[in-house]
Each structure stands twice: as structure tokens, then as C-alpha cells.
């Protein structure tokens, strides 16, 4: 086994994990995981374990946590980003519905509970173990949404 660390900028990590067992695979074989810096948080270990469930129980850290360093953001701003975003999730459709309710979004994950997300920015949240990074148009209207996970980000476009 090779692992590679490649910092590609400030706040990029690249690591590419290569298998290379003549005995056990018919080729070598790389993995690459994308990773960014979280400045001043807390590492968040990550926990699958070949688990169906999503594996956020294991996670340390709690959505009072992302709620303590919430920013203020406009209610008419975080009305631009209220929609549905679809895109694919680790070679699976990914269904992301955002909601505003009492000055507060939520996000839902393929029909899943709504849980609320806190600003950290104007357009960055966190609070469900997730990142969630709104992409604007010229009118602050969110285009896309970035899903931030340990294994790394992935786009979904707004369908409404």
C-alpha cells in the first residue's frame, strides 16, 4: 500500500491510497480522497463500518455546536436558497430540499426529517454533521448547492 498526500492550495488536501497485491488483485488500484481544511473546528472522525444507516451517530460534535457560531443572514436572503437540488451522491441520485421556517433553514436528504442548518456565512452552513455551501447567481438567487462530507464535496443543481 502507497499513500499519497498532495496539498493541491491552501485548504486542499489530496490523499491517494494505492493497493498493489500481484497476489490479491489482478492490477494495482488507487483511491483518492478529496479533503479541505475546517479552520478553527474540531476534527470530526468519520465512522462507516459498511453501515446502511448514514453512520452520524458516531460523529462527535452536535448541531448546538454549528448553532453557537451562527451568523446573522437576512430572512430575504436565506429565502434565495430555498429549493431543490438534485445530483449524485457516491454513484447514487441525491435529492437535497431546502426550507425556511422561522427565520431558520432545513434540508432534507432523499425525503429524510428536515434538520436545521446554521450559517456560518452568507452562504456557507453547517448542522447536521454536512456542509452546505450555496452557490449564487448575479441575483443571489443559489444556482447550486455544495455538500461538504469527509469523503468530499459534492455540486447539485437547483431544480425550482
Request: with cysteine.
Amino acid at each position: 500500500m502507497t499513500e499519497r498526500f498532495r496539498r493541491t492550495d491552501f485548504g486542499h488536501l489530496v490523499i491517494a491510497v494505492t493497493f498493489d497485491d500481484p497476489k490479491a488483485y489482478n492490477k494495482a488500484w488507487t483511491l483518492s480522497v478529496n479533503a479541505r481544511l475546517a479552520a478553527d473546528t474540531e476534527m470530526l472522525e468519520a465512522v462507516c463500518n459498511e453501515r446502511l444507516d448514514s453512520g452520524q451517530q458516531h460523529w462527535i460534535g452536535r448541531a448546538s455546536d454549528a448553532q453557537k457560531s451562527a451568523v446573522a443572514v437576512a430572512p430575504e436572503v436565506l429565502a434565495k436558497y430555498v429549493g431543490v437540488y438534485k445530483g449524485i451522491y457516491l454513484r447514487n441520485p441525491r435529492t437535497v430540499e431546502v426550507t425556511l421556517s422561522g427565520g431558520t433553514l432545513s434540508v432534507s436528504v432523499n425525503g429524510g426529517p428536515k434538520q436545521p442548518i446554521f450559517p456560518q456565512s452568507e452562504t456557507n452552513f453547517s448542522g447536521t454533521g454536512l456542509t452546505y455551501q450555496f452557490i449564487r447567481n448575479d441575483h443571489g438567487i443559489a444556482t447550486h448547492v455544495v455538500e461538504g462530507h469527509v469523503a468530499g464535496d459534492f455540486k447539485f443543481v437547483r431544480q425550482n
